[in-house]
């Protein structure tokens, strides 16, 4: 994807125009993170018979059916193809043996979270152990930065480190933005991601997008908010987006979704302000050449009515 310059004001601060020249995408291996606030004691790592659950190939826990050789040893059913059904162990054949006795063993076991460590206090039947860990609150998000495939995980404090060190994005506190994209020769352009924009406020961070990509046969932008936690609590927030020129204008006010959903998910369903081509270059003005579009912005945050149940716009924080 190409990155183009952005001209930003941080109207929360009263910043004056400042043109924000274009990174470009960095390669980024696979990282673990760590978070001494998140490391918590008093659940014991596993046992020795969930290490008797522990494939010898990938190091996965094992579910049924779990394999074994004539000497014993047991594999997954996943690694038993890798294999070519050879026992890594004793590299006798294989054959279709069930190990029954260890799929019994797990069934009694109880085991914690796989996000211990990162603070999930749950203990689950060993057969219903995976199904919460896809799910869980605890697990590490992906990295949002659209711009390139980067495969960090992490924490959000981690990852907001993560974005501002290694990917350069530009970090913002308020609650309200003023930015405006610029691009030359934009009927060249099909598809483009700009350089993503992170908002500090209300003690959380959201990440704003903007883009070109083909809708149909049809060009377009697209604006829209990511919010860097889980969805329950995304759904605390609003925002509004706004775009126009020459007295016509474009609103959007939607939800911001959680990171939780890639951007290409979000982009996809099309959540947030979309602006064809053509009234995109009508609010730039001038001889439609170029792409001068200015998006403005606000971030809140819904309060809670406790006696009809409803969320209110808290306007004022």
């Avoid at 352009?189 to 959380?204: I, K, S, Y």
């Avoid at 908010?225 to 006010?253: H, P, Q, T």
Wanted: overall charge negative.
């Amino acid at each position: 994807m190409d990155f183009d310059n952005i001209e930003c004001i941080s109207s929360s601060d009263g910043a004056e125009d400042e043109e924000i020249p274009s990174q470009h995408s960095h390669n980024h291996r696979s990282h673990q993170f760590s978070s001494k606030s998140q490391v918590q004691s008093g659940i014991a790592p596993a046992t020795s018979v969930h290490e008797l659950l522990e494939c010898p190939v990938c190091t996965n826990s094992m579910y049924p059916p779990i394999h074994q050789c004539h000497n014993g040893h047991t594999l997954c059913s996943t690694c038993k193809t890798r294999v070519h059904n050879r026992c890594p162990t004793c590299r006798q054949e294989l054959g279709d043996i069930r190990c029954l006795a260890l799929e019994k063993v797990a069934e009694s076991l109880e085991l914690p979270c796989k996000y211990y460590s990162l603070g999930c206090p749950e203990i689950f039947p060993y057969y219903s152990k995976l199904k919460h860990e896809a799910l869980c609150n605890f697990r590490p998000y992906n990295c949002p930065y659209a711009g390139s495939e980067c495969s960090v995980t992490g924490d959000i404090p981690f990852l907001v480190a993560h974005l501002r060190d290694d990917h350069k994005v530009d970090m913002h506190t308020g609650c309200t933005f003023n930015h405006r994209y610029v691009k030359s020769n934009p009927r060249e352009v099909e598809n483009a991601t700009w350089m993503l924009t992170v908002f500090h406020c209300f003690g959380q961070y959201f990440c704003l997008h903007f883009e070109a990509f083909q809708l149909g046969m049809a060009p377009v932008y697209m604006a829209f908010l990511r919010f860097m936690g889980d969805e329950s609590d995304a759904r605390n927030y609003s925002y509004s987006l706004e775009v126009g020129a020459n007295g016509r204008k474009l609103i959007w006010e939607g939800t911001p979704r959680s990171i939780r959903d890639s951007h290409r998910k979000v982009r996809d369903s099309h959540d947030g302000l979309i602006i064809q081509r053509n009234m995109a270059l009508f609010f730039s003005g001038g001889d439609r050449k170029e792409l001068k579009l200015r998006v403005t912005g606000r971030i809140w945050k819904e309060q809670q009515n406790p006696d009809a149940g409803v969320c209110i716009p808290n306007l004022f924080s």
